[in-house]
């Protein structure tokens, strides 16, 4: 059974990539006596570095940021309704992430992809 390196959590069988670490798994079952509190990770949380109108925009973020090497995570702000509408009450559709330690680098590199389109 394949577990998660990163967040430790056991996997079943022909799973190959942690959802929400995306990271491949590794082989072998991780019981909780296995794992220290030592070799537990610790989570800090992502901050903001663009608010995006939609789905569009927030991968053409993420693209962006990857291609510098940083690492960017969407997340949206839907809300699913009845019948397929989809209601955003936050103003936008979601927002683009970085890990703390790339937050300026990330800022910078999307202020100056929007200024090159004129988005900015």
Same mark, same amino acid.
């Not at 909780?32 to 927030?58: G, I």
């Given at each position: 059974m394949p577990h998660c390196p990163r967040c430790r959590t056991n996997y079943p069988e022909g799973s190959e990539v942690c959802w929400p670490c995306q990271v491949p798994l590794v082989a072998g079952t991780l019981d909780?006596?296995?794992? +220290?509190? +030592?070799?537990?990770?610790?989570?800090?949380?992502?901050? !903001? !570095?663009?608010?995006?109108?939609?789905?569009?925009?927030?991968l053409r973020i993420k693209t962006v940021l990857e291609e510098a090497g940083l690492d960017a995570r969407v997340e949206s702000a839907q809300i699913p309704w009845v019948d397929g509408i989809m209601s955003n009450i936050k103003g936008y559709w979601g927002r683009v992430l970085v890990p703390p330690d790339e937050y300026e680098a990330g800022k910078e590199i999307v202020n100056d992809y929007l200024a090159s389109l004129g988005d900015g």
């Open positions: 909780d006596e296995e794992a +220290s509190d +030592s070799d537990r990770p610790t989570w800090t949380p992502l901050k !903001v !570095v663009y608010l995006a109108p939609d789905e569009f925009n927030a």
